[in-house]
C-alpha cells in the first residue's frame, strides 16, 4: 500500500523558515516524479512544486519561485520542501504527492498534509 | 487566477446525472485529471486522460473532453459522491500544473 507521510508542519512568524518532510513507502520511490501541493484554508488547491525522480526538472510555481526548494533523498524514500521567507499568504495545509505513470500532471496518491501557519 | 475554470457550485438530485465541467486554452492541447475531495480528507484522483479511472474508482464516473473543455460526469449520483472536485492540467506553456478552482457538489 502507497502511503505518503508527510512532517514538518509548524506555526511561525512571517519572515521565517520551515523544512517540511515526506516519507514514502509501498513503492519504489526512485522513478517516480513527486510534487507538493497546498491547500489554504477553505480554498482550493494549489500546485506548489517537482522534482524529477533523478532529482533533476525542478520546477516551481510563480508564487514560491525563488523562497522554496524541493529536494528528494532516494536512499531515504523521503522528500523535502524548503521554504524560505514565508509569507501569511504561505498559510496552508502542504501535501506530499505521488505522480501517476501516465505523467503529469496526474496525481494517484496523496498524503495526509501537515499544515504550516505562517503569522504576522 | 487559475488558467482552468470551473463553476464554483453545482446539484443534482439523487440518481440523476451531473456534469462538471472545467474550461482552459490549454486544454486544447493537454489531457485533464480530475480528484474529488471530502470534508477533512486529502483528495483522490477519479478521473485522468480521455477517459480513464483508477481502480476501485465506481464507474458510474465518466470523463470526456471536446475542444477547451473537459467534463466529469457521474452518472447515477450518491449520497456519497458529495464532494468538491478539482480539474488539474498543465498551463498554457505546457511547463507548470494549474488546478481549477473546484466545485462542489451537492446531492440533493
Known amino acids: 500500500e502507497v502511503q505518503l507521510v508527510e512532517t514538518g508542519g509548524a506555526v511561525i512568524q512571517s519572515g521565517g523558515s520551515l523544512r517540511l518532510s515526506c516519507a514514502a513507502s509501498g513503492f519504489t520511490f526512485k522513478p517516480y516524479t513527486m510534487h507538493w501541493v497546498r491547500q489554504a484554508p477553505g480554498k482550493g488547491l494549489e500546485w506548489v512544486s517537482l522534482i524529477r525522480g533523478n532529482g533533476g526538472g525542478i520546477v516551481y510555481a510563480d508564487s514560491v519561485r525563488g523562497r522554496f526548494t524541493i529536494s528528494r533523498d532516494n536512499s531515504k524514500n523521503s522528500l523535502y520542501l524548503q521554504m524560505n521567507s514565508l509569507r501569511t499568504e504561505d498559510t496552508a495545509l502542504y501535501y506530499c504527492?505521488?505522480?501517476?505513470?501516465?505523467?503529469?500532471?496526474?496525481?494517484?496518491?496523496w498524503g495526509q498534509g501537515t499544515l504550516v501557519t505562517v503569522s504576522s | 487566477s487559475s488558467e482552468l475554470t470551473q463553476d464554483p457550485a453545482v446539484s443534482v438530485a439523487l440518481g440523476q446525472t451531473v456534469r462538471i465541467t472545467c474550461q482552459g486554452d490549454?486544454?486544447?492541447?493537454?489531457?485533464v485529471s480530475w480528484y474529488q475531495q471530502k470534508p477533512g480528507q486529502a483528495p483522490v484522483l477519479v478521473m485522468y486522460g480521455k477517459d480513464n479511472r483508477p481502480s476501485g474508482i465506481p464507474d458510474r464516473f465518466s470523463g470526456s473532453s471536446s475542444g477547451n473543455t473537459a467534463s466529469l460526469i457521474i452518472t447515477g449520483a450518491q449520497a456519497g459522491d458529495e464532494a468538491d472536485y478539482y480539474c488539474?492540467?498543465?498551463?498554457?506553456?505546457?511547463?507548470?500544473?494549474?488546478f481549477g478552482g473546484g466545485t462542489k457538489v451537492t446531492v440533493l
Open positions: 490549454s486544454l486544447r492541447s493537454y489531457s
Open positions: 488539474n492540467s498543465r498551463d498554457s506553456s505546457g511547463n507548470l500544473v494549474v
Open positions: 504527492v505521488k505522480e501517476h505513470i501516465s505523467g503529469w500532471p496526474t496525481f494517484d496518491h
